[in-house]
């Protein structure tokens, strides 16, 4: 069954799958990777969105929730045969999903939001907090060449000359998916709260130190909790750079019909309204975005 989610500047095809598990993998402390057989998924996808995916038996939970792509697999032509998607166990459904296994059916609805830009910089700076590292494997992938999204395939016209990962999290046992952003071109910066790796403190430093050497025609793309996101605008506003923030928002529909996801957004007349992440993000621009501090 097919339904067509548009809006503003794009028009996307949003699809019902029931989708089998092909692989799943613990990637640090509570937090694993599952791998979906969905061909026709993994070819429409494109960094940046999101999938709801929710058990195909029962009602228990009965609401799908949204994951956001890790990678698209391929087969050894480099033909779409699903995606990858990486997860923290936090409640409900997360603690279900860690006991999914190989074989077992689920039900997914997407490709879902509109995904981060073809970057079209410089210097890209991903900055990932915590599980918001997911969209960035995709999204460095793409920028460095080393994989095309979308149908038809999106092109990255001028390749950034760096591409790199802040990640910071609580403490080196929750550091997810290191050993799939090594890879040739990335350039990855580690923070860790407790100091057990790379810098001692908060991802945001990193950023400043980064911007300090290399503002001129960068951008930033971040995911991660709101406190920190909130911390990486100012620090982009600050230096004058573009950065566009991925909403964590708790949904419940997923393609706009319950009003559950809604942010606020600046109007041209100075006001704000609200606007729905699930179909006009979840990727904004930092500057659009009233952030709960304001
Ligand atoms: C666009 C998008 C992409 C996402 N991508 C990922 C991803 O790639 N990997 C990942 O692990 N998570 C991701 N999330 C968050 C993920 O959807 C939630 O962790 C998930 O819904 C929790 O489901 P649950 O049934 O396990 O928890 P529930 O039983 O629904 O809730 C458990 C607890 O978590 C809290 N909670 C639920 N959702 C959120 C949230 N979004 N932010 C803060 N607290 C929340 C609840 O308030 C509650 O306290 C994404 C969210 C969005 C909107
Ligand atoms: S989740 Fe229902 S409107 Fe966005």
């Given at each position: ?12 095809q949003?699809?019902?799958h ?8 613990q ?7 599952v791998k ?8 429409d996808?494109?960094p ?10 029962g ?28 997860f ?34 410089r210097?890209?700076?991903?900055v ?7 969209p ?18 999106r ?5 950034p ?7 910071g ?6 550091l997810a998916g290191l050993?799939?952003?090594r ?9 860790t709260?407790d ?6 403190g908060y ?18 793309y ?36 319950c ?13 704000w ?14 500057e659009q ?5 304001d």
């Amino acid at each position: 069954m097919g339904t067509e989610t548009c809006f503003p500047g794009q028009c996307l095809q949003a699809r019902q799958h029931a989708a089998t598990v092909s692989g799943v993998r613990q990637l640090a402390r509570d937090t694993w990777a599952v791998k979906l057989d969905c061909p026709q998924l993994g070819q429409d996808i494109v960094p940046g969105q999101f999938f709801m995916i929710r058990p195909q038996q029962g009602s228990d939970p009965l609401l799908g929730r949204p994951f956001a792509l890790f990678d698209v697999c391929r087969d050894a032509g480099g033909r779409a045969i699903g995606v990858e998607f990486g997860f923290v166990r936090v409640g409900k459904l997360t603690s279900l999903m860690s006991g999914w296994r190989e074989g077992d059916v689920v039900s997914v609805w997407g490709p879902l939001g509109n995904g981060f830009p073809v970057p079209e910089c410089r210097h890209l700076i991903c900055v990932a907090g915590g599980i918001g590292q997911t969209p960035f494997l995709a999204v460095a992938r793409e920028a460095l060449g080393h994989g095309t999204y979308g149908n038809p395939p999106r092109s990255v016209i001028r390749r950034p000359e760096t591409t790199t990962l802040l990640y910071g999290v609580r403490s080196s046992s929750y550091l997810a998916g290191l050993e799939d952003f090594r890879m040739p071109g990335l350039e990855v910066s580690l923070a860790t709260d407790d100091g057990s790796a790379g810098h001692r403190g908060y991802v945001t430093s990193l950023l400043e130190q980064r911007l300090q050497s290399a503002a001129a025609d960068s951008h930033v793309y971040c995911c991660g909790p709101e406190p920190m996101m909130r911390a990486t605008a100012a620090v982009c506003e600050r230096f004058g750079v573009p950065c566009w923030l991925s909403l964590e928002t708790p949904m419940a529909c997923g393609f706009g019909a319950c009003f559950s996801c809604v942010t606020k957004v600046r109007q041209p007349d100075g006001g704000w309204d609200y606007r729905r992440t699930c179909i006009e993000g979840p990727v904004f621009r930092a500057e659009q975005l009233v952030l709960s501090e304001d």
